[in-house]
């Protein structure tokens, strides 16, 4: 089967405000001369790029390293590219293994930032502050009206080394409640840490899907347990008259209100082994689950109706506790994931590649597919698939290829609203749910727990990030303990060995290095508080 040529794009520099001019133009049916593709290819520099692999190309697609999309970017990208297919589940993994090994790609785009801070205190990554002035116009401009985003790109020698995108603040964890077992029991939305839990233990014992059985359960500590530490601000190092600091009785409380709930009954009693949640994803779907928590997406909550069409769903608000009042994780105004590796033979052709992909007129089409073959205006405005089989194959796998995509260069065909057809009640129903979301989790009256900009951590030297991981592992692995062991492991016992182990292993010399580079440093730093009042035009 012949495959169809994807159309070489017309010239375009995008600022934010063109967004209705990009959706329009950023696909036609024109097609490039083959022999005049050929040529062009011949004479371009030579790059090879990471891309995150899920798993999900059909066969007759081909791979992440070669398909029609590979096809397009080699056809219209001002480089020819090489992707090297990374699994988005083993990413660290495999490239520490391509860097060990001197075959790591020129480009680097992933989302650990752990990974990417080690990359840079091994000396492996290139500093992109000229390349960016000479080979970037588009992201020259972008840093000039966010400079944020240049702050969140530079590590600890003040020199830019990560590429980033705009996103605008928004909700992106849910906590999510069967509103209609509430309803149905009786109950009031839980506001405090003691109600969540008279509310799960209603869940678990009082029949609230009434089929007679006792086969439902109050929360998934899988999927809630992190939401916990957020309740109780357990996040490690946290503000302490103006310094940071290491604070351990943050974790106990939070492990303290975990073992309430284990003894109580109201969770599943494997949680330990649901690392990855799906089993709680599973009971939640199923309808035995009451309380969970996920990403905020369309496509969970038509799930969820999907198997519970008279189920109702409600926004939690996270209870606040003596530690304050917090939220679920939310999106950063802004994410830098991109890096280039030291190595590279040509850094300029990388840069002048990351300038080509970042600009949105190149990054939609990857996302979305040509208009008039993969997708036409919907009621709303935004792109909706023409095809939807066409489009799960032949689109839904270009992911990995536009992490770099700002969501903001497309108006409100970005957001998270701005998509959906309010004719169906179930998307009618998931947008007031997401606008629930945002009022409570998007405000800095309960801001996030934390006070560093994820993208802006530090990056500890290897040594010290080695003791972080292992010590942090097993400090953990004594919570787990006393939350499971009842009255024969207290978490007064795992208090006393968890510290006792930290100093031993020697993160006393973490929470030292931490505490300097705070002091040392805050001036720079990218708080969570700027995310309130970062204003991202569309």
Known sequence: MKRKRLRKPLPMFLAAGTAAALLLSACSNSQPKESDNKAGE???PEITVMAFDYGNVPKEEGTMEKNRWVDWINQNAPVHVKFVSIPRTESAQKLNILFASGSAPDLI???????????????????????????????????????????????????IYKIGKVNGTDANVGMYIRADWLKKLNLGMPKTPEELLNVAKAFAEQDPDGNGKKDTYGVALSSFGNLIDYMFQNVDWVLDNGELTHDWQRAKAAADYKKKLFDAGVTDKDFLVDTNGKK??????????????????????????????????????????????????????FAVNGVINRNAKDPDAVMKYLDWVLNPANSTTLKYGLEGVHWKKGPSGCPMPIDKDKSAKEVSYTQGYWVLHTKFAEGKCGTVEGPLDTSDPVQKDFLELYKAAKKEYVTPERPMPYVIDNSNSPALPPELLTIQTNAMKAVQDLWNKAIV?????????????????????GGDKVDEWMKKYYADNKQNIVTTKEWYTTVVEQ
């Not at 779907?285 to 369309?298: D, E, H, N, Q």
């Open 42 to 44: 011949n004479k371009k």
């Open 280 to 333: 709680a994803e599973q009971d939640w779907m199923k309808g035995k689950l009451g309380i969970w928590s996920a990403t905020i997406r369309l496509s969970s909550f038509q799930d969820f109706k999907k198997n519970n069409p008279d189920g109702e769903v409600a926004i939690l608000p996270m209870p606040a506790t003596q530690y304050g009042h917090f939220s679920p994780e939310a999106t950063s105004p």
């Open 485 to 505: 062991s009842g009255s024969t492991y207290t978490t007064e016992q795992s208090l006393k060995e968890a510290q006792d182990l930290w100093k031993k292993s």
């Open 109 to 159: 785009i992933d989302y650990d930032k752990n990974l990417l801070n080690s990359l840079y205190t091994q000396n492996q990554l290139l500093p992109l502050d000229d390349l960016i002035k000479k080979d970037s116009p588009y992201y020259q401009s972008v840093l000039q009206k966010y400079p944020t985003l240049a702050k969140l790109g530079k590590q600890n020698d003040g020199k």
